[in-house]
Protein backbone atom coordinates (compact mmCIF):
# COMPACT_ATOMS: atom_id res chain seq x y z
CA UNK A 1 0.00 0.00 0.00
CA UNK A 2 1.02 3.79 -0.21
CA UNK A 3 2.21 5.37 2.86
CA UNK A 4 0.48 7.97 4.16
CA UNK A 5 2.99 9.05 6.60
CA UNK A 6 5.25 11.83 5.72
CA UNK A 7 8.61 12.10 8.01
CA UNK A 8 6.75 15.01 9.81
CA UNK A 9 4.45 13.51 10.96
CA UNK A 10 6.99 12.31 13.92
CA UNK A 11 5.82 13.20 17.29
CA UNK A 12 6.95 13.76 20.40
CA UNK A 13 6.19 11.31 23.38
CA UNK A 14 5.98 11.86 27.07
CA UNK A 15 6.00 9.23 29.68
CA UNK A 16 4.13 9.09 32.99
CA UNK A 17 4.29 6.66 35.45
CA UNK A 18 1.10 4.60 36.62
CA UNK A 19 -0.20 1.66 37.91
CA UNK A 20 -0.28 -1.91 36.00
CA UNK A 21 1.06 -2.68 32.58
CA UNK A 22 1.70 0.20 30.49
CA UNK A 23 2.98 0.25 27.08
CA UNK A 24 4.43 3.70 26.71
CA UNK A 25 4.54 5.41 22.98
CA UNK A 26 8.82 6.70 23.02
CA UNK A 27 9.81 9.92 21.26
CA UNK A 28 12.10 7.44 19.15
CA UNK A 29 9.46 6.63 17.04
CA UNK A 30 6.36 5.05 19.20
CA UNK A 31 7.94 2.02 20.15
CA UNK A 32 5.87 0.41 23.07
CA UNK A 33 7.49 -1.00 25.90
CA UNK A 34 5.81 -2.04 29.43
CA UNK A 35 6.76 0.09 32.34
CA UNK A 36 5.42 -0.27 36.13
CA UNK A 37 3.16 2.58 37.49
CA UNK A 38 1.26 3.99 40.46
CA UNK A 39 -2.31 2.46 40.19
CA UNK A 40 -4.90 5.07 39.78
CA UNK A 41 -8.39 4.40 39.65
CA UNK A 42 -10.86 4.86 36.65
CA UNK A 43 -13.49 6.35 39.44
CA UNK A 44 -11.56 8.88 40.74
CA UNK A 45 -11.33 10.91 37.16
CA UNK A 46 -13.92 11.73 34.77
CA UNK A 47 -13.59 8.76 31.72
CA UNK A 48 -13.14 10.77 27.79
CA UNK A 49 -14.68 7.93 25.85
CA UNK A 50 -13.92 7.57 22.16
CA UNK A 51 -17.88 9.24 20.82
CA UNK A 52 -16.68 12.37 23.33
CA UNK A 53 -13.40 12.50 21.15
CA UNK A 54 -15.25 12.29 18.10
CA UNK A 55 -18.23 14.15 18.38
CA UNK A 56 -20.77 14.94 16.14
CA UNK A 57 -18.52 16.75 13.30
CA UNK A 58 -15.37 16.12 11.67
CA UNK A 59 -13.19 17.23 13.84
CA UNK A 60 -13.21 16.56 17.19
CA UNK A 61 -14.27 18.89 20.05
CA UNK A 62 -11.14 18.01 21.54
CA UNK A 63 -8.56 18.60 19.25
CA UNK A 64 -5.01 19.36 21.19
CA UNK A 65 -6.24 18.33 24.60
CA UNK A 66 -4.51 15.33 26.51
CA UNK A 67 -7.11 12.14 27.51
CA UNK A 68 -6.29 9.63 29.63
CA UNK A 69 -7.18 6.32 29.88
CA UNK A 70 -9.83 5.76 27.15
CA UNK A 71 -11.39 2.65 27.29
CA UNK A 72 -11.84 0.13 23.96
CA UNK A 73 -11.31 -3.06 22.36
CA UNK A 74 -8.53 -3.34 19.70
CA UNK A 75 -10.07 -4.05 16.17
CA UNK A 76 -7.10 -3.46 14.17
CA UNK A 77 -3.28 -3.08 13.75
CA UNK A 78 -1.59 -1.80 10.98
CA UNK A 79 1.94 -2.81 11.34
CA UNK A 80 3.37 -1.13 7.60
CA UNK A 81 2.54 2.17 6.13
CA UNK A 82 0.93 4.59 8.90
CA UNK A 83 1.86 2.40 11.90
CA UNK A 84 -0.89 2.35 15.12
CA UNK A 85 -3.61 0.46 15.88
CA UNK A 86 -8.01 1.36 15.93
CA UNK A 87 -10.15 0.68 19.13
CA UNK A 88 -13.53 1.12 19.76
CA UNK A 89 -15.78 1.31 22.22
CA UNK A 90 -17.77 -1.56 22.56
CA UNK A 91 -21.05 0.30 24.48
CA UNK A 92 -22.34 3.07 21.62
CA UNK A 93 -23.59 5.95 23.00
CA UNK A 94 -26.80 6.04 20.79
CA UNK A 95 -26.17 8.76 18.29
CA UNK A 96 -25.32 7.68 14.89
CA UNK A 97 -23.54 11.14 14.52
CA UNK A 98 -20.54 9.89 16.94
CA UNK A 99 -18.38 7.08 16.40
CA UNK A 100 -17.43 4.64 18.56
CA UNK A 101 -13.78 4.24 16.84
CA UNK A 102 -10.75 5.73 16.56
CA UNK A 103 -7.25 5.35 15.27
CA UNK A 104 -4.15 5.07 17.88
CA UNK A 105 -1.03 6.27 15.92
CA UNK A 106 2.06 4.75 17.24
CA UNK A 107 5.15 5.25 14.64
CA UNK A 108 6.68 1.88 15.17
CA UNK A 109 4.75 -1.61 14.92
CA UNK A 110 2.20 -1.47 17.83
CA UNK A 111 2.71 -4.11 20.68
CA UNK A 112 -1.12 -4.66 20.74
CA UNK A 113 -3.01 -7.48 19.46
CA UNK A 114 -6.53 -7.68 18.33
CA UNK A 115 -9.47 -8.57 20.96
CA UNK A 116 -7.09 -6.52 23.82
CA UNK A 117 -8.66 -4.23 26.09
CA UNK A 118 -7.32 -1.70 26.36
CA UNK A 119 -6.70 1.92 27.93
CA UNK A 120 -5.02 5.24 25.71
CA UNK A 121 -4.16 7.97 27.10
CA UNK A 122 -2.56 10.45 24.45
CA UNK A 123 -3.39 13.67 22.88
CA UNK A 124 -6.24 14.11 20.42
CA UNK A 125 -5.56 14.91 16.67
CA UNK A 126 -6.73 15.66 13.61
CA UNK A 127 -4.44 13.77 10.52
CA UNK A 128 -4.80 15.45 6.98
CA UNK A 129 -3.06 12.33 5.10
CA UNK A 130 -0.98 14.20 2.13
CA UNK A 131 -1.43 17.48 3.78
CA UNK A 132 -4.04 20.43 4.39
CA UNK A 133 -3.16 21.51 1.28
CA UNK A 134 -4.93 18.94 -1.29
CA UNK A 135 -8.22 19.48 0.30
CA UNK A 136 -9.19 16.14 1.87
CA UNK A 137 -10.37 15.03 4.90
CA UNK A 138 -9.19 14.70 8.38
CA UNK A 139 -8.72 11.43 10.49
CA UNK A 140 -9.44 12.10 14.33
CA UNK A 141 -6.62 9.97 15.86
CA UNK A 142 -4.54 9.87 19.11
CA UNK A 143 -1.24 10.16 19.33
CA UNK A 144 1.70 9.97 21.55
CA UNK A 145 -0.11 6.83 23.06
CA UNK A 146 0.46 5.47 26.73
CA UNK A 147 -1.42 1.90 26.53
CA UNK A 148 -2.58 0.15 29.29
CA UNK A 149 -3.48 -3.72 28.39
CA UNK A 150 -6.30 -4.49 30.55
CA UNK A 151 -6.65 -8.22 29.24
CA UNK A 152 -6.77 -10.19 26.21
CA UNK A 153 -9.41 -12.21 23.82
CA UNK A 154 -12.39 -10.59 24.13
CA UNK A 155 -15.31 -10.67 21.68
CA UNK A 156 -15.01 -7.91 19.12
CA UNK A 157 -18.06 -5.64 18.70
CA UNK A 158 -20.55 -6.39 16.03
CA UNK A 159 -19.15 -4.75 12.64
CA UNK A 160 -21.34 -1.84 10.82
CA UNK A 161 -22.86 -4.01 8.03
CA UNK A 162 -22.68 -2.14 4.77
CA UNK A 163 -24.64 -2.48 2.07
CA UNK A 164 -27.42 -0.47 -0.51
CA UNK A 165 -29.75 0.16 2.68
CA UNK A 166 -26.78 1.40 4.94
CA UNK A 167 -25.36 4.43 2.00
CA UNK A 168 -27.87 6.88 1.68
CA UNK A 169 -28.48 8.31 -2.18
CA UNK A 170 -26.93 12.02 -1.77
CA UNK A 171 -23.20 12.10 -1.86
CA UNK A 172 -22.25 15.03 0.06
CA UNK A 173 -23.70 18.47 2.12
CA UNK A 174 -23.26 21.45 0.40
CA UNK A 175 -20.16 23.48 2.21
CA UNK A 176 -20.71 26.73 4.46
CA UNK A 177 -19.97 29.17 1.86
CA UNK A 178 -18.48 31.24 5.09
CA UNK A 179 -15.47 28.71 5.24
CA UNK A 180 -14.83 28.51 1.72
CA UNK A 181 -17.14 25.73 1.10
CA UNK A 182 -15.68 23.42 3.73
CA UNK A 183 -18.46 20.47 5.43
CA UNK A 184 -15.59 19.86 8.65
CA UNK A 185 -18.07 22.88 10.50
CA UNK A 186 -21.19 20.84 10.01
CA UNK A 187 -23.43 18.44 12.12
CA UNK A 188 -22.76 15.04 10.63
CA UNK A 189 -26.10 13.53 9.02
CA UNK A 190 -25.50 9.94 8.49
CA UNK A 191 -28.89 9.41 7.19
CA UNK A 192 -28.72 11.91 4.55
CA UNK A 193 -25.54 11.82 3.16
CA UNK A 194 -22.47 8.83 2.31
CA UNK A 195 -19.82 11.35 3.15
CA UNK A 196 -21.32 11.78 7.17
CA UNK A 197 -22.00 7.85 7.17
CA UNK A 198 -18.87 7.03 6.29
CA UNK A 199 -17.14 10.13 8.41
CA UNK A 200 -19.88 8.59 11.36
CA UNK A 201 -18.25 4.92 11.23
CA UNK A 202 -14.51 6.50 10.76
CA UNK A 203 -12.23 3.95 13.17
CA UNK A 204 -15.18 1.37 13.67
CA UNK A 205 -15.68 -2.07 12.19
CA UNK A 206 -17.44 -2.52 9.21
CA UNK A 207 -18.41 -5.61 6.71
CA UNK A 208 -18.87 -6.24 3.52
CA UNK A 209 -20.62 -9.37 1.86
CA UNK A 210 -19.96 -10.02 -1.92
CA UNK A 211 -19.15 -6.49 -2.87
CA UNK A 212 -18.70 -5.99 -6.74
CA UNK A 213 -15.44 -5.11 -7.94
CA UNK A 214 -15.81 -1.15 -9.91
CA UNK A 215 -12.11 -0.45 -9.56
CA UNK A 216 -9.35 -3.11 -10.04
CA UNK A 217 -6.58 -3.77 -7.96
CA UNK A 218 -3.38 -1.60 -8.45
CA UNK A 219 -0.06 -1.75 -7.91
CA UNK A 220 -0.61 -0.34 -4.19
CA UNK A 221 -2.47 -3.35 -2.96
CA UNK A 222 -5.76 -1.71 -3.53
CA UNK A 223 -9.14 -2.03 -5.21
CA UNK A 224 -12.37 -0.42 -5.19
CA UNK A 225 -15.99 -1.93 -4.63
CA UNK A 226 -19.72 -0.17 -4.78
CA UNK A 227 -22.30 -0.68 -2.13
CA UNK A 228 -24.62 0.61 -4.28
CA UNK A 229 -24.66 -1.41 -8.24
CA UNK A 230 -27.58 0.07 -9.33
CA UNK A 231 -25.66 3.38 -9.40
CA UNK A 232 -25.10 4.46 -13.07
CA UNK A 233 -24.21 0.33 -14.20
CA UNK A 234 -22.09 0.03 -17.28
CA UNK A 235 -22.39 -3.16 -19.19
CA UNK A 236 -19.39 -4.26 -18.25
CA UNK A 237 -19.63 -4.38 -14.43
CA UNK A 238 -18.58 -0.42 -13.41
CA UNK A 239 -20.22 2.46 -12.19
CA UNK A 240 -20.37 5.67 -14.05
CA UNK A 241 -19.60 9.11 -13.25
CA UNK A 242 -22.52 10.54 -15.40
CA UNK A 243 -22.70 14.13 -13.87
CA UNK A 244 -20.95 16.28 -11.32
CA UNK A 245 -23.83 15.25 -9.23
CA UNK A 246 -23.84 11.43 -9.81
CA UNK A 247 -20.72 11.01 -7.92
CA UNK A 248 -21.45 7.22 -7.06
CA UNK A 249 -22.10 7.09 -2.82
CA UNK A 250 -21.83 3.18 -2.78
CA UNK A 251 -17.91 3.42 -4.11
CA UNK A 252 -15.39 2.34 -1.47
CA UNK A 253 -11.70 1.36 -1.26
CA UNK A 254 -10.67 -1.59 0.38
CA UNK A 255 -7.18 -2.46 1.55
CA UNK A 256 -5.58 -5.25 3.16
CA UNK A 257 -3.85 -5.41 6.84
CA UNK A 258 -2.85 -9.01 6.26
CA UNK A 259 0.89 -9.01 5.41
CA UNK A 260 1.33 -9.18 1.31
CA UNK A 261 4.13 -12.05 2.66
CA UNK A 262 1.74 -13.39 4.58
CA UNK A 263 -1.04 -13.17 1.87
CA UNK A 264 -0.60 -11.56 -1.49
CA UNK A 265 -3.20 -8.64 -2.04
CA UNK A 266 -5.76 -10.71 -4.77
CA UNK A 267 -5.27 -9.30 -8.59
CA UNK A 268 -8.72 -8.10 -9.30
CA UNK A 269 -11.08 -6.85 -12.80
CA UNK A 270 -13.73 -4.62 -13.12
CA UNK A 271 -16.96 -7.07 -12.74
CA UNK A 272 -15.00 -9.24 -10.78
CA UNK A 273 -16.94 -10.21 -7.39
CA UNK A 274 -15.12 -9.34 -3.70
CA UNK A 275 -17.06 -12.75 -2.41
CA UNK A 276 -17.38 -13.81 1.44
CA UNK A 277 -16.35 -11.22 4.26
CA UNK A 278 -14.55 -8.27 3.84
CA UNK A 279 -14.15 -6.71 7.98
CA UNK A 280 -12.40 -3.96 9.28
CA UNK A 281 -12.58 -0.82 10.31
CA UNK A 282 -13.20 2.34 8.14
CA UNK A 283 -10.33 4.39 7.43
CA UNK A 284 -9.35 7.27 5.13
CA UNK A 285 -6.80 8.23 2.98
CA UNK A 286 -5.52 10.58 0.37
CA UNK A 287 -5.88 7.92 -2.53
CA UNK A 288 -9.48 7.18 -2.47
CA UNK A 289 -10.87 8.55 0.13
CA UNK A 290 -12.83 6.46 3.16
CA UNK A 291 -11.10 2.92 3.04
CA UNK A 292 -11.77 -0.55 4.80
CA UNK A 293 -9.00 -1.65 6.38
CA UNK A 294 -8.90 -5.15 5.72
CA UNK A 295 -8.67 -7.61 8.73
CA UNK A 296 -10.32 -9.84 7.28
CA UNK A 297 -9.99 -10.23 3.32
CA UNK A 298 -12.85 -11.81 1.16
CA UNK A 299 -11.73 -13.99 -1.73
CA UNK A 300 -11.73 -12.68 -6.04
CA UNK A 301 -14.34 -14.37 -7.95
CA UNK A 302 -13.64 -13.57 -11.66
CA UNK A 303 -16.58 -11.88 -13.85
CA UNK A 304 -14.63 -12.81 -16.82
CA UNK A 305 -14.26 -9.62 -18.30
CA UNK A 306 -11.87 -9.45 -21.40
CA UNK A 307 -10.86 -6.56 -23.47
CA UNK A 308 -12.75 -5.60 -26.34
CA UNK A 309 -11.90 -5.73 -30.36
CA UNK A 310 -13.76 -3.14 -32.66
CA UNK A 311 -15.02 -3.96 -35.91
CA UNK A 312 -12.35 -3.25 -39.02
CA UNK A 313 -12.87 -0.31 -41.31
CA UNK A 314 -14.38 -0.99 -44.76
CA UNK A 315 -12.96 -0.38 -47.90
CA UNK A 316 -14.63 3.62 -47.81
CA UNK A 317 -14.55 4.41 -44.27
CA UNK A 318 -11.61 5.86 -42.81
CA UNK A 319 -10.39 5.24 -39.33
CA UNK A 320 -9.38 7.41 -36.97
CA UNK A 321 -8.28 6.66 -33.13
CA UNK A 322 -6.58 7.65 -30.56
CA UNK A 323 -4.35 6.16 -27.81
CA UNK A 324 -2.74 7.71 -24.78
CA UNK A 325 0.01 5.58 -24.17
CA UNK A 326 1.35 6.49 -20.83
CA UNK A 327 4.59 7.93 -20.90
CA UNK A 328 5.56 5.39 -24.18
CA UNK A 329 9.82 5.65 -24.03
CA UNK A 330 12.97 3.14 -25.07
CA UNK A 331 13.53 2.56 -21.29
CA UNK A 332 10.03 0.43 -21.66
CA UNK A 333 9.99 -2.78 -21.44
CA UNK A 334 9.60 -4.98 -24.56
CA UNK A 335 6.35 -6.17 -23.36
CA UNK A 336 4.55 -3.22 -23.24
CA UNK A 337 5.49 -1.97 -26.61
CA UNK A 338 4.17 -5.44 -28.01
CA UNK A 339 1.32 -5.17 -25.40
CA UNK A 340 0.25 -1.51 -26.72
CA UNK A 341 1.13 -2.52 -30.50
CA UNK A 342 -1.10 -5.74 -29.93
CA UNK A 343 -3.98 -3.32 -29.54
CA UNK A 344 -3.24 -1.39 -32.31
CA UNK A 345 -3.37 -3.78 -34.75
CA UNK A 346 -6.52 -6.85 -32.89
CA UNK A 347 -8.40 -4.42 -30.82
CA UNK A 348 -8.46 -1.43 -32.92
CA UNK A 349 -7.85 -3.19 -35.94
CA UNK A 350 -4.94 -1.33 -37.77
CA UNK A 351 -7.26 2.52 -37.62
CA UNK A 352 -6.02 4.45 -40.81
CA UNK A 353 -4.57 7.28 -38.53
CA UNK A 354 -3.93 7.03 -34.66
CA UNK A 355 -3.10 9.97 -32.91
CA UNK A 356 -1.26 8.99 -29.55
CA UNK A 357 -0.75 11.07 -26.69
CA UNK A 358 2.27 10.61 -24.12
CA UNK A 359 4.97 9.78 -26.45
CA UNK A 360 8.25 10.55 -25.02
CA UNK A 361 11.82 11.91 -26.05
CA UNK A 362 14.19 9.39 -26.90
CA UNK A 363 16.15 9.57 -23.27
CA UNK A 364 12.37 8.81 -21.32
CA UNK A 365 12.41 10.65 -18.62
CA UNK A 366 16.25 11.42 -17.80
CA UNK A 367 16.22 15.25 -17.98
CA UNK A 368 19.33 15.58 -20.30
CA UNK A 369 18.00 18.06 -22.72
CA UNK A 370 16.59 15.10 -25.61
CA UNK A 371 13.71 16.21 -27.44
CA UNK A 372 13.65 14.04 -30.19
CA UNK A 373 11.31 10.68 -29.96
CA UNK A 374 12.40 8.52 -32.72
CA UNK A 375 13.68 5.59 -31.43
CA UNK A 376 10.41 5.82 -29.15
CA UNK A 377 8.42 5.66 -32.45
CA UNK A 378 11.01 3.06 -34.32
CA UNK A 379 10.41 0.87 -31.36
CA UNK A 380 6.37 1.24 -31.48
CA UNK A 381 5.53 1.04 -34.97
CA UNK A 382 7.81 -2.19 -35.04
CA UNK A 383 6.54 -3.64 -32.84
CA UNK A 384 3.15 -3.09 -34.46
CA UNK A 385 4.60 -4.82 -37.89
CA UNK A 386 5.65 -7.43 -35.58
CA UNK A 387 2.10 -7.95 -34.28
CA UNK A 388 0.95 -8.26 -38.12
CA UNK A 389 -0.05 -4.88 -38.75
CA UNK A 390 1.14 -2.21 -41.16
CA UNK A 391 4.19 -0.08 -41.04
CA UNK A 392 2.61 2.82 -39.87
CA UNK A 393 4.76 6.33 -41.02
CA UNK A 394 4.74 9.36 -38.54
CA UNK A 395 4.21 12.84 -38.05
CA UNK A 396 5.09 15.19 -35.28
CA UNK A 397 6.73 18.31 -33.87
CA UNK A 398 9.19 18.00 -31.15
CA UNK A 399 8.93 20.52 -28.06
CA UNK A 400 11.08 22.89 -26.85
CA UNK A 401 13.11 21.21 -23.98
CA UNK A 402 10.63 21.02 -20.44
CA UNK A 403 7.68 23.22 -21.88
CA UNK A 404 5.39 20.96 -22.55
CA UNK A 405 4.16 19.70 -19.38
CA UNK A 406 4.54 16.04 -17.88
CA UNK A 407 7.00 13.21 -16.24
CA UNK A 408 9.79 15.96 -15.39
CA UNK A 409 12.50 14.88 -18.79
CA UNK A 410 10.07 13.16 -20.46
CA UNK A 411 8.88 15.77 -23.13
CA UNK A 412 5.56 13.91 -23.42
CA UNK A 413 4.39 14.81 -26.83
CA UNK A 414 1.44 13.95 -29.37
CA UNK A 415 2.13 12.44 -32.48
CA UNK A 416 0.52 11.50 -35.47
CA UNK A 417 0.72 7.62 -37.33
CA UNK A 418 -0.94 6.98 -40.27
CA UNK A 419 -0.90 3.68 -42.80
CA UNK A 420 0.31 5.10 -45.92
CA UNK A 421 -1.16 2.37 -48.06
CA UNK A 422 -4.63 3.37 -46.95
CA UNK A 423 -4.04 7.28 -46.18
CA UNK A 424 -1.52 10.22 -47.45
CA UNK A 425 0.00 12.40 -45.30
CA UNK A 426 -0.02 16.20 -46.74
CA UNK A 427 3.52 17.15 -45.88
CA UNK A 428 3.77 21.07 -45.45
CA UNK A 429 7.55 22.09 -43.95
CA UNK A 430 8.03 24.95 -41.49
CA UNK A 431 6.16 24.07 -38.27
CA UNK A 432 7.87 23.37 -35.32
CA UNK A 433 7.99 24.14 -31.24
CA UNK A 434 7.12 27.74 -31.66
CA UNK A 435 5.48 28.16 -35.32
CA UNK A 436 1.93 28.33 -35.37
CA UNK A 437 -0.05 26.71 -38.15
CA UNK A 438 -2.22 28.70 -40.03
CA UNK A 439 -5.67 28.22 -42.13
CA UNK A 440 -4.65 28.74 -45.95
CA UNK A 441 -7.39 28.47 -48.73
CA UNK A 442 -5.94 26.70 -51.86
CA UNK A 443 -8.17 25.44 -54.89
CA UNK A 444 -10.90 26.62 -52.64
CA UNK A 445 -10.21 23.73 -50.06
CA UNK A 446 -8.88 24.71 -46.37
CA UNK A 447 -5.76 23.81 -45.43
CA UNK A 448 -2.69 24.27 -43.08
CA UNK A 449 -0.13 26.50 -43.73
CA UNK A 450 2.19 23.68 -42.20
CA UNK A 451 1.76 20.49 -41.93
CA UNK A 452 2.58 19.29 -39.55
CA UNK A 453 1.98 22.28 -37.28
CA UNK A 454 1.22 23.10 -33.70
CA UNK A 455 -2.03 25.54 -32.92
CA UNK A 456 -1.49 28.17 -31.29
CA UNK A 457 2.00 27.41 -29.12
CA UNK A 458 2.64 30.91 -27.90
CA UNK A 459 -0.74 31.23 -26.63
CA UNK A 460 -0.77 31.06 -22.43
CA UNK A 461 -3.38 28.24 -22.66
CA UNK A 462 -0.70 26.00 -23.62
CA UNK A 463 2.03 27.07 -20.65
CA UNK A 464 3.64 23.96 -19.00
CA UNK A 465 0.73 21.46 -21.44
CA UNK A 466 1.32 20.16 -24.50
CA UNK A 467 0.24 21.95 -27.30
CA UNK A 468 -1.94 20.45 -30.28
CA UNK A 469 -0.96 18.71 -33.31
CA UNK A 470 -3.04 19.29 -36.82
CA UNK A 471 -2.21 17.36 -39.77
CA UNK A 472 -3.20 17.53 -43.23
CA UNK A 473 -4.57 14.04 -44.43
CA UNK A 474 -5.92 13.02 -48.26
CA UNK A 475 -7.67 9.99 -48.42
CA UNK A 476 -9.86 9.15 -51.25
CA UNK A 477 -9.62 12.47 -52.46
CA UNK A 478 -10.74 14.02 -49.86
CA UNK A 479 -8.91 16.54 -47.35
CA UNK A 480 -9.72 15.31 -43.52
CA UNK A 481 -8.31 17.95 -41.10
CA UNK A 482 -6.91 16.00 -37.94
CA UNK A 483 -5.65 17.98 -34.59
CA UNK A 484 -4.28 15.78 -31.64
CA UNK A 485 -4.51 17.06 -28.08
CA UNK A 486 -3.83 16.54 -24.95
CA UNK A 487 -4.96 19.13 -22.53
CA UNK A 488 -3.85 20.36 -19.36
CA UNK A 489 -4.11 17.44 -16.51
CA UNK A 490 -6.36 17.83 -13.42
CA UNK A 491 -3.50 18.34 -10.83
CA UNK A 492 -4.61 20.25 -8.05
CA UNK A 493 -8.25 19.80 -7.72
CA UNK A 494 -9.97 19.35 -4.59
CA UNK A 495 -11.10 15.29 -4.59
CA UNK A 496 -14.65 14.58 -4.54
CA UNK A 497 -14.56 12.76 -0.99
CA UNK A 498 -12.43 15.81 0.78
CA UNK A 499 -13.87 18.54 3.12
CA UNK A 500 -14.44 20.86 0.55
CA UNK A 501 -18.29 20.42 -1.33
CA UNK A 502 -18.58 21.03 -3.69
CA UNK A 503 -14.93 20.47 -5.20
CA UNK A 504 -12.87 23.74 -6.75
CA UNK A 505 -11.85 22.12 -10.20
CA UNK A 506 -9.39 24.65 -10.03
CA UNK A 507 -7.19 23.09 -13.00
CA UNK A 508 -10.38 23.55 -15.42
CA UNK A 509 -9.52 27.32 -15.87
CA UNK A 510 -6.33 26.24 -18.00
CA UNK A 511 -8.37 23.91 -20.06
CA UNK A 512 -11.11 25.81 -20.80
CA UNK A 513 -8.04 28.37 -22.53
CA UNK A 514 -7.37 25.06 -24.41
CA UNK A 515 -10.89 24.51 -25.45
CA UNK A 516 -11.41 28.13 -26.91
CA UNK A 517 -7.80 28.41 -28.94
CA UNK A 518 -8.77 24.75 -30.12
CA UNK A 519 -12.42 25.90 -31.24
CA UNK A 520 -10.99 29.52 -32.77
CA UNK A 521 -8.65 27.34 -34.98
CA UNK A 522 -11.85 25.34 -36.07
CA UNK A 523 -13.73 28.55 -36.42
CA UNK A 524 -10.98 29.72 -38.78
CA UNK A 525 -11.45 26.50 -41.37
CA UNK A 526 -14.90 26.81 -40.81
CA UNK A 527 -14.49 30.42 -42.05
CA UNK A 528 -12.35 29.43 -44.83
CA UNK A 529 -13.31 30.78 -48.42
CA UNK A 530 -13.56 27.14 -49.97
CA UNK A 531 -15.88 25.55 -52.05
CA UNK A 532 -16.91 22.86 -49.24
CA UNK A 533 -16.45 22.81 -46.13
CA UNK A 534 -13.67 20.82 -44.20
CA UNK A 535 -13.32 17.09 -42.47
CA UNK A 536 -12.41 18.23 -39.43
CA UNK A 537 -11.41 15.76 -36.51
CA UNK A 538 -10.34 17.03 -33.11
CA UNK A 539 -9.57 13.92 -30.17
CA UNK A 540 -7.53 12.90 -27.81
CA UNK A 541 -7.14 12.76 -24.03
CA UNK A 542 -8.78 16.18 -22.99
CA UNK A 543 -8.63 15.30 -19.35
CA UNK A 544 -12.37 15.99 -18.91
CA UNK A 545 -16.01 15.27 -18.83
CA UNK A 546 -18.64 14.82 -21.54
CA UNK A 547 -20.50 16.67 -19.49
CA UNK A 548 -17.93 19.68 -18.76
CA UNK A 549 -17.66 23.41 -19.16
CA UNK A 550 -14.87 22.35 -21.53
CA UNK A 551 -16.51 20.19 -23.70
CA UNK A 552 -19.71 22.65 -23.67
CA UNK A 553 -16.71 24.99 -24.72
CA UNK A 554 -15.59 22.78 -27.58
CA UNK A 555 -19.10 22.70 -29.02
CA UNK A 556 -19.99 25.77 -28.49
CA UNK A 557 -22.08 27.37 -31.39
CA UNK A 558 -22.15 23.89 -33.54
CA UNK A 559 -18.28 24.56 -34.91
CA UNK A 560 -18.28 20.67 -33.17
CA UNK A 561 -20.47 17.92 -32.50
CA UNK A 562 -18.76 15.40 -29.50
CA UNK A 563 -19.02 11.96 -31.18
CA UNK A 564 -19.45 10.58 -27.60
CA UNK A 565 -23.32 11.55 -28.22
CA UNK A 566 -23.66 8.14 -30.68
CA UNK A 567 -22.86 5.65 -27.91
CA UNK A 568 -25.89 5.16 -25.33
CA UNK A 569 -24.80 7.08 -22.16
CA UNK A 570 -23.60 3.97 -20.03
CA UNK A 571 -21.00 3.10 -22.33
CA UNK A 572 -19.62 6.45 -22.56
CA UNK A 573 -15.88 6.14 -20.34
CA UNK A 574 -12.25 6.02 -21.35
CA UNK A 575 -10.59 6.04 -17.73
CA UNK A 576 -11.37 4.66 -14.04
CA UNK A 577 -10.50 6.52 -11.78
CA UNK A 578 -11.48 5.45 -7.46
CA UNK A 579 -14.36 3.59 -8.66
CA UNK A 580 -15.21 5.96 -11.15
CA UNK A 581 -16.00 5.14 -14.77
CA UNK A 582 -15.16 8.10 -16.80
CA UNK A 583 -14.78 9.82 -19.87
CA UNK A 584 -11.49 11.25 -20.31
CA UNK A 585 -10.59 11.07 -24.17
CA UNK A 586 -13.24 12.48 -26.06
CA UNK A 587 -13.56 12.56 -30.73
CA UNK A 588 -15.00 15.80 -31.62
CA UNK A 589 -16.21 16.02 -35.49
CA UNK A 590 -17.15 18.72 -37.94
CA UNK A 591 -21.25 18.53 -38.85
CA UNK A 592 -19.39 17.73 -42.41
CA UNK A 593 -18.44 14.65 -41.35
CA UNK A 594 -21.63 12.64 -41.64
CA UNK A 595 -22.82 9.08 -39.55
CA UNK A 596 -19.93 9.23 -37.59
CA UNK A 597 -19.55 5.69 -35.44
CA UNK A 598 -17.39 5.92 -32.51
CA UNK A 599 -16.12 2.86 -30.74
CA UNK A 600 -14.19 2.95 -27.55
CA UNK A 601 -12.12 -0.25 -26.81
CA UNK A 602 -12.50 -1.31 -23.52
CA UNK A 603 -8.66 -3.05 -23.34
CA UNK A 604 -6.88 -1.15 -20.08
CA UNK A 605 -9.05 0.85 -17.54
CA UNK A 606 -10.99 -1.99 -16.12
CA UNK A 607 -8.20 -4.32 -15.84
CA UNK A 608 -5.41 -4.60 -12.95
CA UNK A 609 -2.49 -5.47 -15.87
CA UNK A 610 -2.67 -2.24 -17.87
CA UNK A 611 -0.70 -1.60 -20.63
CA UNK A 612 -1.77 1.86 -19.82
CA UNK A 613 -4.24 3.53 -17.91
CA UNK A 614 -6.45 4.76 -21.15
CA UNK A 615 -8.67 3.01 -23.10
CA UNK A 616 -8.14 4.13 -26.72
CA UNK A 617 -11.38 5.29 -29.03
CA UNK A 618 -11.86 4.89 -32.90
CA UNK A 619 -13.89 7.07 -35.17
CA UNK A 620 -14.74 5.47 -38.70
CA UNK A 621 -16.65 7.84 -41.44
CA UNK A 622 -17.10 7.66 -44.71
CA UNK A 623 -15.67 11.38 -46.21
Known amino acids: MRSTEPAARTQSRTQRPRGAAVLVGLAAGGLCVPLLAQPTSAAERETVRVHHIQGDTRISPLLGQSVEDVPGVVTGVRAFGSRGFWVQEPDEDGDPATSEGIFVYTGDAPSVAVGDEVLVSGTVDEYYPGGAERGGQSVTQLTGPEVTVVSSGN ?113 ANVGDLLAGETVGPLDYDEFGGYTLAARELGTVADGGLTPERTRPQRRGELAIAAYNVENLNPGDPAEKFERLAEAVVTNLASPDILAVEEIQDDSGPADDGTVTATETLRLFTEAIVAAGGPRYAWRGVDPADGEDGGQPGGNIRAV ?127 NDFEFSAVTRELTADGLLVNALGTLPPSERYTYVYEGNSQVLDQTLVSPTVRRPELDIVHVNAEFADQASDHDPQVLRFRP
Not at 211 to 230: D, H, N
Open 155 to 267: ALPPPVELDASAIPERYAPEGDPAADGSIEGLRLAPDVYALDAFEAWEGMVVRLLDAPVVGPSTEYGELWVTLRPGDHPTPRGGTRYASYAASNPGRLKVESLIPFAERPFPE
Open 416 to 542: LLFNPERVSFVDRPGGDATTATEVVTRGGVATLSHSPGRIAPADAAWTDSRKPLAGEFRFRGETVLVIANHFASKGGDQPLHGRFQPPNRGSETQRLAQARAVREFVREIDAADARRPANVVVLGDL
